[in-house]
């Protein structure tokens, strides 16, 4: 059996130990002959031979074990030697040769220990941008030369002291020591940022990247390592959620919200088992005649007492803390058996990828049709990017599956991640919804309408139905008219309405145009409004 060099080096601890006890023994018996010397007359009377072979044979046997415990030490030695590049290579990522998580944890430790407000030290998380798309589109080879040049460009404006460390993954820390404000700390983010402007050479091709970073001081945002990691960990993700390639600063205001989504968590949860859940329906006209095609799906929560919490703030709680499918499935379920009601309008649902990888999603949507009794030919899923860029594969089969039942398949917030134009060769989606963020630009910038009108035209050469979201003006309804754009949803039309408020508007016939009219602009929704909207 091979053992490990730890337990080698105990094992010949234990071994050296006993040697040396031995040599403690060894080294009485000289001292007890040469005693026995001094009494020689009187002892040699008594037994002459037993102690002239004592004489001999107690030098010789220290010696002899003199040389065994040097022997001993020796192999201790080069054990030792052993062990401590074991713990050095195990302290250092192979990768990037920075020190890993583990190793930079205890760096971090020490570096806390002996901070103070007159000496802080301070901690910079670090992301690289859409790094899965990375590995995804040019291959794990490609990643990794990422890493390590990330790694050598960072290194390369620190200052001598700091400390660089990659955790895994994508993700790096820098702690930087002897820092003595806020103002330092910014000037090493913007250095790290200019280093990255030049394209990494990936060997299959060279790419522009970016890095996000979330910085924390110590001891003003944590006191321990521990905590100071939970800010810098916190301020990255305010950055990346405020549009990636940048940096921010903790503040207190961060930690109360993460308290606040401890909160929600807990409150979603229940409000999921206690059906206090609504969905609103927000219309999806035809380009052309103005009708009513279909409805989105859109979920709200009023909470009992922070009010309403958008689902932007809790559908990614939901997604982290596990609940984002019993949620899903709720929503299906109602918007399944709200819409037999419209039996001549399609029903759109968004889908969050969490949900979308979950092992038996195509049997959970047939079982929830067949229960309601709707009609797959009427429903659309929406998909956003993140569920093709993990397991393209599987994401590829469940789409057919899904299609094969007869729902039409939907690419979501289309041109705002990161290269839809791949997905959109691979996967067999059968419409697109523009990123309301072009049609915002739209008016200030000349280059969107040209994107705009490229998405349009490839959308149509591919077969697909083209949805723009988030229209809010006339302009912005003749403009797509013009360039031949299949839907428009947005608040020009309908904010998101309850079920009731569309059962109304339905029997007054609001939506839906003369028959063989020419395409007309309807009023604005304010004109309209004669009922509240959800
Ligand atoms: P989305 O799927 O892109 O939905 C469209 C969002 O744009 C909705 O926000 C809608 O109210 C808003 N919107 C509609 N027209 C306009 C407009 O003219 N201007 C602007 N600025 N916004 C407009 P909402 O309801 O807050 O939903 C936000 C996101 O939350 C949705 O984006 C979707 O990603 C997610 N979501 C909503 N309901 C569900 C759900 O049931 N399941 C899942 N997985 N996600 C959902
Ligand atoms: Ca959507
Ligand atoms: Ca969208």
Same mark, same amino acid.
């Given at each position: 059996?091979?053992? $490990?060099p730890?337990?080698?080096?105990?094992a010949?601890?234990?071994?050296?130990?006993?040697?040396q006890?031995?040599?403690?023994?060894?080294?009485?018996?000289?001292?007890?002959?040469?005693?026995?010397?001094?009494l020689?007359?009187?002892l040699?009377?008594?037994?002459?031979?037993t102690?002239?072979?004592?004489?001999?044979i107690?030098?010789?046997?220290?010696?002899?074990?003199?040389?065994?415990?040097?022997?001993?030490r020796?192999?201790?030695?080069q054990?030792?030697?052993?062990?401590?590049?074991?713990?050095?290579?195990?302290?250092?990522?192979?990768?990037?040769?920075?020190p890993?998580?583990?190793?930079?944890?205890?760096?971090?430790?020490?570096?806390?220990?002996?901070?103070?407000?007159e000496?802080?030290? #301070?901690?910079?998380?670090? *992301?690289?941008?859409?790094?899965?798309?990375?590995?995804d589109?040019?291959?794990?080879?490609?990643?990794?030369?990422?890493?390590?040049?990330? %790694?050598?460009?960072?290194?390369?404006?620190?200052?001598?002291?700091?400390?660089? #460390?990659r955790l895994g993954?994508?993700?790096?820390?820098?702690?930087?020591?002897n820092? =003595?404000?806020?103002?330092?700390?910014?000037?090493m983010?913007?250095?790290?940022?200019?280093?990255?402007?030049?394209?990494?050479?990936?060997?299959?091709?060279?790419?522009?990247?970016?890095?996000s970073?979330g910085?924390?001081m110590?001891?003003?945002?944590?006191?321990t390592?521990?905590?100071?990691?939970? %800010?810098?960990d916190?301020?990255?993700?305010r950055?990346?959620?405020?549009?990636?390639?940048?940096f921010?600063?903790?503040?207190?205001a961060?930690?109360?919200k993460?308290?606040?989504?401890?909160?929600?968590?807990? *409150?979603?949860? #229940?409000?999921?088992v206690? *059906?206090?859940?609504?969905?609103?329906?927000?219309?999806?006209?035809?380009?052309?005649?103005?009708?009513?095609?279909?409805?989105?799906?859109?979920?709200?929560?009023?909470?009992?007492?922070?009010?309403p919490v958008?689902p932007? *703030?809790?559908?990614?709680?939901?997604?982290?803390?596990?609940?984002?499918?019993?949620?899903?499935?709720?929503?299906?379920?109602?918007?399944? $058996?709200?819409?037999?009601?419209?039996p001549?309008? +399609?029903? %759109?649902?968004?889908?969050?990828?969490?949900?979308?990888?979950?092992?038996?999603?195509?049997?959970?949507?047939?079982?929830?049709?067949?229960?309601?009794g709707?009609?797959?030919n009427?429903?659309?899923? =929406?998909?956003?990017?993140?569920?093709?860029?993990?397991?393209a594969?599987?994401?590829e089969?469940?789409?057919?599956?899904?299609?094969?039942?007869?729902?039409?398949?939907?690419?979501?917030?289309?041109? $705002?991640?990161? !290269? !839809?134009?791949?997905?959109?060769?691979?996967?067999?989606?059968?419409k697109?919804?523009?990123? +309301?963020?072009?049609?915002?630009?739209?008016?200030?910038?000349? =280059?969107?309408?040209?994107?705009?009108?490229?998405?349009?035209s490839?959308?149509? #050469?591919?077969g697909?139905?083209?949805?723009?979201?988030?229209?809010? $003006?006339?302009?912005?309804?003749?403009?797509?008219?013009?360039?031949?754009?299949?839907?428009?949803?947005?608040?020009?039309?309908?904010p998101?309405?309850?079920? =009731?408020v569309?059962?109304?508007?339905?029997?007054?016939?609001?939506?839906?145009?003369?028959?063989?009219?020419?395409?007309?602009?309807?009023?604005?929704?304010?004109?309209?409004?004669?009922?509240?909207?959800?």
């Amino acid at each position: 059996m091979k053992r $490990s060099p730890a337990a080698k080096l105990s094992a010949a601890r234990g071994g050296a130990k006993l040697a040396q006890a031995a040599l403690i023994a060894c080294a009485l018996l000289p001292a007890l002959s040469l005693l026995c010397l001094r009494l020689q007359p009187a002892l040699l009377r008594v037994s002459g031979p037993t102690v002239q072979l004592l004489l001999v044979i107690v030098p010789l046997s220290s010696f002899l074990l003199a040389v065994f415990l040097w022997k001993a030490r020796f192999h201790i030695t080069q054990l030792e030697a052993q062990q401590a590049e074991v713990i050095h290579k195990a302290g250092v990522d192979p990768l990037s040769g920075l020190p890993n998580r583990l190793f930079f944890q205890q760096l971090l430790d020490d570096a806390v220990a002996q901070s103070s407000p007159e000496a802080p030290i #301070a901690l910079i998380a670090i *992301d690289i941008d859409n790094f899965k798309c990375v590995n995804d589109g040019h291959g794990h080879g490609a990643g990794d030369r990422l890493i390590t040049g990330i %790694a050598k460009r960072i290194r390369r404006v620190t200052r001598e002291g700091d400390c660089l #460390a990659r955790l895994g993954g994508d993700e790096f820390a820098l702690m930087l020591v002897n820092v =003595e404000n806020a103002v330092q700390c910014a000037a090493m983010a913007h250095r790290i940022h200019d280093a990255m402007v030049a394209p990494f050479d990936l060997g299959s091709a060279q790419l522009f990247v970016t890095v996000s970073l979330g910085v924390a001081m110590c001891p003003q945002d944590g006191s321990t390592a521990e905590t100071l990691a939970q %800010a810098a960990d916190l301020a990255l993700y305010r950055a990346k959620h405020e549009g990636r390639n940048r940096f921010a600063f903790f503040d207190k205001a961060m930690e109360q919200k993460l308290h606040l989504g401890k909160t929600i968590a807990d *409150d979603l949860r #229940a409000a999921i088992v206690r *059906d206090e859940l609504t969905i609103a329906y927000q219309p999806l006209l035809s380009s052309c005649g103005m009708r009513m095609q279909g409805l989105e799906a859109l979920v709200r929560w009023q909470h009992p007492e922070l009010g309403p919490v958008p689902p932007e *703030d809790f559908i990614p709680l939901a997604e982290s803390r596990g609940l984002v499918v019993p949620l899903g499935e709720w929503v299906l379920r109602r918007a399944c $058996s709200d819409a037999r009601r419209w039996p001549h309008l +399609r029903i %759109a649902v968004n889908v969050s990828p969490v949900q979308f990888r979950q092992r038996g999603f195509v049997a959970k949507v047939k079982s929830i049709l067949e229960a309601t009794g709707f009609d797959p030919n009427r429903l659309d899923l =929406e998909l956003t990017e993140g569920v093709l860029i993990q397991d393209a594969e599987q994401a590829e089969n469940v789409i057919m599956e899904l299609r094969a039942l007869g729902i039409r398949m939907g690419l979501d917030d289309f041109g $705002s991640g990161y !290269s !839809s134009m791949i997905y959109l060769r691979r996967f067999a989606f059968d419409k697109i919804k523009i990123d +309301r963020a072009f049609l915002a630009s739209l008016e200030t910038n000349g =280059e969107g309408a040209i994107i705009l009108e490229s998405i349009i035209s490839l959308g149509h #050469a591919l077969g697909l139905t083209v949805t723009a979201e988030g229209v809010e $003006s006339a302009d912005q309804v003749e403009f797509l008219q013009k360039l031949g754009c299949d839907e428009l949803q947005g608040y020009f039309f309908d904010p998101p309405l309850s079920a =009731e408020v569309i059962d109304e508007r339905l029997s007054m016939n609001a939506w839906v145009a003369p028959a063989a009219e020419e395409p007309r602009l309807p009023a604005p929704v304010e004109a309209r409004r004669g009922v509240s909207a959800a």
